[in-house]
């Protein structure tokens, strides 16, 4: 009797005249939000983070196809107001200059235009490297492709969790 008190809710269950159908259907009802809880929404995280790095890898592929580094060669310096760099490709002490520069374009023409330079103090017919979209225009660099793991989620995490959980109920 003991371990049925331990255990609440459970009377809902249980044979009573004192049960009422709505007991009955709120246990059910609890049982069922429990299971979402703790199934449902585990693997709903996992589809949509799966669908997710798909979506990234993808994009990731296109760009590395789509996108070449090329080297241009700096024409002269433009003036006005330093540039804002992409923070995540540079550093804090990173020199970038806006200059006019010459770069290779696809079908074996060239192109002039204005680009972001890491050249402190750029001179006419100082080559730089720069990232160009299929048509040759000025781009930015292409995402890293992250590897994916080789193990799936569950199976990377099962044994750890169970280790655990096994020690903490002083099995090891």
Same mark, same amino acid.
């Given at each position: 009797?003991?371990? +049925?008190?331990?255990?609440?809710?459970?009377?809902?269950? #249980?044979?009573?005249?004192?049960?009422?159908?709505?007991?009955?259907?709120?246990?059910?009802?609890?049982?069922?939000?429990?299971?979402?809880?703790?199934?449902?929404?585990?693997?709903?995280?996992?589809?949509?983070?799966?669908?997710?790095?798909?979506?990234?890898?993808?994009?990731? #592929?296109?760009?590395?196809?789509?996108?070449?580094? %090329?080297?241009?060669? %700096? %024409?002269? #310096?433009?003036?006005?107001?330093?540039?804002?760099?992409?923070?995540?490709?540079?550093? +804090?002490?990173?020199?970038?200059? #806006?200059?006019?520069?010459?770069?290779?374009?696809?079908?074996?023409?060239?192109?002039?235009?204005?680009?972001?330079?890491?050249?402190?103090?750029?001179?006419?017919?100082?080559?730089?490297?720069?990232?160009?979209?299929?048509?040759?225009? %000025?781009?930015?660099?292409?995402?890293?492709? &992250?590897?994916? &793991?080789?193990? &799936?989620?569950?199976?990377?995490?099962?044994?750890?969790?169970?280790?655990?959980?096994?020690?903490?109920?002083?099995?090891?």
């Amino acid at each position: 009797m003991g371990d +049925v008190r331990a255990i609440g809710g459970l009377w809902r269950w #249980r044979r009573n005249p004192l049960r009422r159908a709505t007991d009955l259907t709120e246990a059910w009802v609890a049982l069922a939000a429990l299971v979402l809880i703790a199934v449902a929404a585990p693997v709903t995280g996992v589809l949509v983070g799966t669908t997710a790095q798909d979506s990234l890898q993808r994009s990731a #592929r296109e760009q590395q196809h789509e996108r070449h580094l %090329v080297t241009a060669t %700096v %024409v002269r #310096r433009l003036g006005g107001a330093p540039v804002e760099t992409d923070p995540d490709t540079s550093a +804090v002490g990173d020199a970038h200059s #806006r200059v006019l520069a010459d770069w290779p374009a696809p079908g074996g023409g060239h192109r002039r235009g204005p680009a972001l330079a890491k050249l402190g103090s750029p001179h006419p017919g100082d080559r730089f490297a720069l990232w160009t979209d299929r048509h040759g225009r %000025v781009t930015t660099r292409p995402l890293d492709s &992250p590897r994916r &793991p080789r193990t &799936p989620y569950w199976r990377a995490w099962a044994p750890r969790c169970s280790r655990r959980a096994w020690s903490n109920a002083g099995g090891g």
